[in-house]
């Protein structure tokens, strides 16, 4: 179903992508592997899921002060997904993509959304994310 | 709402103050826009986490701050180095590898950091006191500073932890501000049989299952007995803060900002109310392990997830003479420490039984940030919530979680031993 969200650009930015979503936070360190992209914390519900260019969509970050780094650091590599899309801003991972722009001039686009909004979202929806934090879900070409 | 900063702030801001403050000042701005906060305010002191991690954006951050002239503006602690400085040749960590954790080293030294190099700081040195302003990153020593001491940080980000030492100022928000600390959810500890709650298993246990139900609230825990030693903190607060977000809790009766259950929730009622059972710590802890068959071969065991403590070393010192057996031989025995406690460690009684055992000592630093461990699919076991938590992730290794003793039995039988449990 095609529909449009709006939300709060946190880091401002556009993307495209087909969506990723968990309904578990996840954290970036021992979640995610910074060169393949893959979530690597084994007790979550995409583990194994290959993120590098989806938009990732999931209720927040938690654990390690290091997922900045570990998102900063995919960003660099270009293993990170096109886009973020939380409902609770985590501090970490915001931090994560600002030091990236301004160290790398490279932009992860982060949105936040209502709770509501993010459970419109299905695995696979295509994404666009715009930088006014506005998503269309499922466009119509 | 627009974002007041002070003259300094601008000052800061326009470069006054040097290119590296101006970089970080703008990152604190930004972050601060982020979180909709209207004003800055001080910190006076400082954990940086960024340095643990050997990533090339990490170094690229460190020697460009560094490079730019950067100096920390507040006593600031450094958290473990990817590299163990006095042992990494031994370990067969590779040179290229050194080089680079060394210089990530040399880049904080010359910021003015304190090279304590260890995840536990707040058992060593500059430990932060009651009501202080601090900005620490790791995320075990944020739940320690803020929930056992009553100091007060948010649960800071690798990066912006130097850019707040180097401003001394951070987003006024979050767990600085006493309003934001009151307890969320009540955990409500129900007929836990004592000699379970003696297990030195038991503090992990609880802070993986309560950090796992909490997430990111401030979790409320009534109902445990008797005091609860600073390594006991340690351990329940790493496991609640990788299982969940927990960057503060409190025990009623103990720590202190929760002397009475409604002084934990400042009069205001909890959002949620858990009653946690036996049989909800013994499928928590059993979530920890990643194999549950009889017949578990162990590769090595570590321990030191924090860093490990002097009376930890003593603990361990008091189950390897009570074993009075040697290490096996197809078993490593790795703990975890930091030059401050193995400096005490040389001086004690114990070093030699720690030694003779076959324990390997590796300072500075941590198995999943420096190459010591190369265990791919092997079995570890581990008496750390966290460690369990993070292992098979980061060490793509199977897992096995127990307390000390079990822990020392097994690596001296080669193969998983358990004391009999309810």
């Not at chain 2, 409500?188 to 609880?206: C, G, K, N, Q």
Request: hydrophobic fraction near 40%; charge should be negative; proline fraction near 5%.
């Amino acid at each position: 179903m095609s529909q449009v969200i709006k939300g709060k650009p946190i880091v401002s930015g556009e993307a495209k992508g087909q969506a990723v979503v968990s309904n578990q936070p996840i954290s970036f360190w021992g979640g995610v592997d910074p060169i393949t992209g893959e979530v690597i914390d084994r007790r979550h519900e995409c583990s194994g899921t290959v993120i590098t260019g989806k938009v990732f969509v999931f209720p927040t970050g938690k654990g390690s002060s290091t997922g900045s780094a570990v998102l900063m650091e995919s960003i660099r590599n270009g293993s990170a997904p096109a886009a973020i899309i939380n409902c609770k801003t985590d501090p970490i991972l915001a931090l994560g993509a600002i030091v990236a722009e301004e160290l790398y001039h490279k932009t992860l686009p982060m949105v936040i959304v209502s709770q509501e909004d993010i459970e419109n979202i299905q695995d696979g929806d295509n994404l666009i994310v715009q930088p006014d934090g506005t998503i269309l879900v499922n466009p119509l070409e | 709402m627009p974002l007041n900063l002070s003259p300094k702030d601008r000052e800061m801001l326009d470069g006054k103050y040097g290119e590296a403050a101006k970089l970080a000042m703008s990152i604190v701005v930004r972050m601060a826009e982020v979180l909709e906060v209207d004003e800055l305010m001080d910190i006076s002191q400082a954990h940086i986490d960024g340095c643990g991690l050997m990533s090339d954006a990490s170094l690229d951050f460190a020697e460009t701050m560094a490079r730019l002239g950067g100096k920390v503006a507040v006593p600031t602690t450094l958290n473990m180095i990817p590299l163990d400085l006095q042992n990494w040749e031994k370990q067969g960590v590779p040179q290229s590898f050194a080089n680079k954790a060394l210089r990530m080293a040399k880049a904080y030294i010359d910021m003015g950091c304190i090279p304590t190099w260890t995840c536990a700081p707040y058992q060593g040195t500059l430990t932060p006191f009651f009501g202080q302003q601090i900005a620490w990153g790791e995320s075990n020593a944020i739940a320690y500073a803020n929930s056992v001491l009553g100091a007060r940080t948010n649960r800071y980000a690798d990066f912006f932890d130097l850019c707040a030492a180097i401003t001394a100022r951070v987003p006024k928000e979050g767990l600085h501000l006493k309003e934001n600390r009151k307890g969320q959810i009540l955990f409500r500890l129900m007929d836990i049989p004592e000699d379970f709650e003696w297990d030195d298993s038991f503090f992990a246990t609880l802070g993986h299952l309560i950090g796992r139900i909490a997430q990111n609230r401030i979790p409320v825990i009534e109902g445990l007995r008797g005091n609860i030693t600073s390594d006991q903190h340690k351990a329940f607060g790493a496991a609640a803060a990788s299982a969940g977000a927990v960057g503060l809790y409190h025990i009623v009766g103990i720590t202190p900002e929760a002397p009475t259950l409604d002084a934990a929730f400042q009069g205001a009622q909890p959002e949620e109310i858990v009653e946690i059972t036996l049989g909800d710590l013994l499928e928590a802890r059993k979530d920890l392990s990643t194999i549950h068959t009889n017949d578990i071969k162990i590769n090595a065991v570590i321990l030191g997830c924090p860093h490990f403590s002097f009376t930890e070393f003593q603990r361990l010192a008091e189950s390897i003479e009570k074993n009075h057996k040697k290490l096996h031989p197809d078993v490593r025995f790795i703990v975890l420490t930091n030059q401050m406690t193995f400096s005490l460690l040389k001086r004690s009684n114990i070093f030699q039984t720690i030694n003779d055992f076959g324990v390997e000592i590796v300072l500075d630093t941590c198995v999943f940030h420096s190459p010591i461990v190369s265990a791919k699919g092997q079995v570890i076991m581990t008496s750390s919530g966290k460690c369990a938590y993070y292992a098979p992730g980061e060490l793509d290794v199977k897992v096995v979680f127990g307390n000390l003793e079990e822990c020392v039995r097994s690596a001296v039988e080669g193969e998983l031993y358990r004391e009999v449990k309810p």
